[in-house]
T-cell receptor, first 117, second 120 residues
């Protein structure tokens, strides 16, 4: 089955700096890679996602890059703000594999991001 | 904006008791999921459900677990005989038909707020 590794486990930055979180996956059938932000006691919320036929996607201060050959993908947050402080999870899923589209998300271990004012 | 809802928000039970966790997915969604998150750990897949049957389950989802969609709106997770290690946050998620547009969120699994299960 799929295995997703995420690093670092904690990341501390100053407000305005950039933050980068990296993930690797093992299953070449995975073709969808979402990133979720989870605040304490709350539900995971999607912040950005990327499909395997795309190398990079940006949405305002957030970008995701994917290297399908190396099986790794990264989240980049620029101009960080204190409200970006949360736990970030990467995930991988094979949505369109084998003619089915049920999918199941395999999550990384999470990164606790702290942005200091 | 439509949201996935879950009840109860917190359930405390004694070991060996049965619990039913309830979810109301987003109304036009077709795919339903249960995940769990032990405190401080990652979110783990339990089961997926489509067309009124289980499509996939993890090794965590043993004979003590079952899922049901008893009507057109509810999706339930039952744990027949709870164990201490079942203590976790349980998230329900739902999704529409996956799309290939590439727009952020077109393949999103929408998560509910979770039910915190505490087994004593």
């Amino acid at each position: 089955g799929e295995n997703v590794e995420q690093h670092p486990s904690t990341l501390s930055v100053q407000e305005g700096d950039s933050a980068v979180i990296k993930c690797t996956y093992s299953d070449s059938a995975s073709n969808y890679f979402p990133w979720y932000k989870q605040e304490l006691g709350k539900r995971p919320q999607l912040i950005i996602d990327i499909r395997s036929n795309v190398g990079e996607k940006k949405d305002q201060r957030i970008a995701v890059t994917l290297n399908k050959t190396a099986k790794h993908f990264s989240l980049h947050i620029t101009e960080t703000q204190p409200e970006d402080s949360a736990v970030y999870f990467c995930a991988a899923e094979a949505i369109w594999a084998g003619g089915t589209s049920y999918g199941k998300l395999t999550f990384g271990q999470g990164t606790i991001l702290t942005v200091h004012p | 904006e439509p949201e996935v809802t879950q009840t109860p928000s917190h359930q405390v039970t004694q070991m060996g008791q049965e619990v039913i966790l309830r979810c109301v997915p987003i109304s036009n969604h077709l795919y339903f999921y249960w995940y769990r998150q032990i405190l401080g750990q990652k979110v783990e897949f339990l089961v997926s459900f489509y067309n009124n049957e289980i499509s996939e389950k993890s090794e965590i989802f043993d004979d003590q677990f079952s899922v049901e969609r008893p009507d057109g709106s509810n999706f339930t997770l039952k744990i027949r005989s709870t164990k201490l290690e079942d203590s976790a946050m349980y998230f329900c998620a739902s999704r529409d038909i996956p799309r290939t547009s590439g727009r952020v969120g077109d393949n999103e699994q929408f998560f509910g707020p979770g039910t915190r299960l505490t087994v004593l």
